[in-house]
């Protein structure tokens, strides 16, 4: 089974669908790509590995839609609770990071 998602974190913590080596056109990449070019230090858990794009996992991600009221990844669980999904949410807030 895959990591458990909470938002109980005490650093910014990414939710991904596969290990490091993710194309770098996938979701997954440009999230964690661009919260490291902002310089946000974060932890990545692999939490759908081998379920690329989510493919076939409709129903099978409980607690990942009780965190972020979907199952599709990335998410990225900010301390304090607030939980920002899909890449281009992510995107939007790391370069928020950045320009601050």
Do not use: N
């Not at 990591?3 to 770098?24: F, M, N, R, W």
């Not at 996938?26 to 081998?50: F, R």
């Amino acid at each position: 089974m895959s990591a458990t998602v909470t938002k109980d974190v005490t650093t910014p913590t990414l939710y991904v669908c596969h290990v490091d080596k993710i194309p770098s056109l996938h979701p997954c990449a440009k999230a964690d790509a661009a919260l490291t070019d902002a310089g946000v230090s974060h932890e990545k858990i692999v939490y759908g590995k081998g379920k690329p794009f989510g493919l076939g996992t409709k129903g099978t991600r409980a607690d990942l839609a009780a965190v972020s009221g979907q199952e599709k990844l990335p998410v990225l669980v900010l301390p304090g609770g607030e939980v920002l999904s899909g890449s281009k949410s992510i995107i939007g807030w790391a370069k928020q990071q950045s320009a601050g």
